[in-house]
Every structure is written in structure tokens, then in C-alpha cells.
């Protein structure tokens, strides 16, 4: 699966953006997805993931009521609308997919990787 990221920019605090995730080399409805995020000198962090068929979805607790992962099997995309953003969620975003059957929020359990894209926001 290769995963490409997008929809990544500068905002200021209180804004919005929606990051894609476009995936070729394999259905999208047989993967489970996730988003994570690394800022300078800290760890991978779990954003959000959904299952195949979007029926559950788990979030960090950080961006409950701020943020909402969504997927189009169709397209093979998935997304992350995030609103009210934050300095503190300034982070490079990557996509993951997962192959197993049990919707993980632990990134040594995704599959496959995204190169991320950058969200930076400007208190």
C-alpha cells in the first residue's frame, strides 16, 4: 500500500484544515487507518484511527470534539477535519493502514506509512 498525505499548511490558532490520505496498490476497504503525529523531539502520537468500514473510530483525547477522521472507499481516501486547532497540535501528520482485525492505535501495529505532511499553527 502507498499512502500520500496532503492538506497540510500554516493556520492560526482557531482555524481548520482537512489532511487527506490517498492510497494506491490496494484497496482501501480492506485496510484499517490510522493518523498519528510527530512533533521536533517527541514521539510518534496516535491521532485517530477508523475501521474498514468506517463503523468505529477512536480518538486521543486531546482532539475529541476538534477533530473527525473520516474515509471514502470509493476514492480510497481518508480524512482528518480538524477544527480549533491549536500551537500544541503543530506536528508533522502521518497516515498509517493496518491489515489485522482489530482497529489498533498503536504505531508499531500499522502496516504501512505515509511520508506526513507538516501542520504548523501560529498562536
Known amino acids: 500500500v502507498q499512502l500520500v498525505e496532503s492538506g497540510g499548511g500554516l493556520v492560526q490558532a482557531g482555524g481548520s484544515l482537512r489532511l487527506s490520505c490517498a492510497a494506491s496498490?490496494?484497496?482501501?476497504?480492506?485496510?484499517?487507518m490510522g493518523w498519528f503525529r510527530q512533533a521536533p523531539g517527541k514521539e510518534r502520537e496516535f491521532v485517530a484511527a477508523?475501521?474498514?468500514?468506517?463503523?468505529?473510530?477512536y480518538y486521543v483525547q486531546s482532539v475529541k470534539g476538534r477533530v473527525t477522521i473520516s474515509r471514502d472507499n470509493a476514492k480510497n481516501t481518508v480524512y482528518l477535519q480538524m477544527n480549533n486547532l491549536k500551537p500544541e497540535d503543530t506536528a508533522a501528520y502521518y497516515c498509517a493502514a493496518d491489515l489485522s482485525p482489530v482497529l489498533p492505535t498503536t504505531a508499531r501495529l500499522y502496516d504501512y506509512w505515509g511520508q506526513g505532511t507538516q501542520v504548523t499553527v501560529s498562536s
Open positions: 496498490g490496494r484497496t482501501l476497504s480492506s485496510c484499517n
Open positions: 477508523i475501521s474498514r468500514n468506517g463503523g468505529i473510530t
